[in-house]
């Protein structure tokens, strides 16, 4: 079967550096999406990677091995505005999303 | 605001009522989503509307009927729910279906309890 998995919460400091972890096992593979979605609020779009290697984009890289099934976030610089759930999404051969259940990030001052 | 609207934001109804939720995108879209959230679980695909053509239904029980009239509006038709129901809806939209960078762009959801 097709499966995501990311740990269901994280805690980090203001300030720091965290890195969030996303493993994959789809049928076929077109990419990974990351988003990040506040209490209460529409999950937005952060990042798309489809080739190995890392893409940063501020504070936040997304990085992607497809030989192992990886993929992490990492978020530099942590504010508190930062704290939200933040989902992994691996697209299938037939371009369908997977979802994982999301991770919780708790940031603390 | 990423151009994405739903309608109610909350709603809370009986088992026996019927309702529609309403989505609305002016991103000039052709692809529409409805998913269901539900606590520390997956979102879970319901339907995919590509060109006002339904290309997917996965498994919905029929109590939930999708409408799409045109490619800007989704609608969700909802009669004789069940409690296990109650979940956060939410509508997106994507510029095509099928895509390889086929980024889904959410609206704010509805949260729906059933009573």
């Known amino acids: ?40 609020e529409a999950p937005t779009f952060l990042s798309y990677n489809v080739l190995d290697g890392l893409e940063e984009k501020g504070r936040f890289s ?16 942590l504010q508190m505005k930062d704290s939200a759930s933040y989902l992994c999404a691996a697209l299938d051969s037939n371009y369908q999303l997977i979802w994982g259940a999301g991770t919780k990030l708790i940031i603390k001052p | 605001e990423t151009g994405v609207t739903q309608t109610p934001r909350h709603l809370v109804m009986g088992m026996t009522n019927k309702k529609s939720l309403k989505c609305e995108q002016h991103l000039g879209h052709n692809a529409m989503y409805w998913y269901k959230q539900s606590a520390k679980k997956p979102l879970e695909l319901m339907f995919v509307y590509n060109f006002k053509e339904q290309t997917e239904n996965n498994s919905v ?19 004789t729910l069940q409690p296990e129901d109650s979940a956060l809806y939410l509508c997106a939209s994507s510029q095509d279906k099928g895509g390889g960078a086929d980024t889904q762009y959410f609206g704010p959801g509805t949260r729906l309890t059933v009573l």
């Open chain 2, 61 to 79: 029980p029929s109590r939930f009927s999708p409408e799409c009239p045109n490619s800007s509006h989704l609608f969700l038709h909802l009669h």
């Open chain 1, 62 to 77: 997304s990085f992607l091995s497809r030989s192992k099934g990886y993929s992490y976030l990492l978020l530099k610089e």
């Open chain 1, 1 to 40: 079967g097709q499966n995501i998995d990311q740990p269901t919460e994280m805690t980090a400091t203001e300030g720091a550096i965290v890195q969030i972890n996303c493993t994959y096992q789809t049928s076929g593979f077109n990419g990974l999406f990351w988003y990040q979605q506040h209490a209460g």
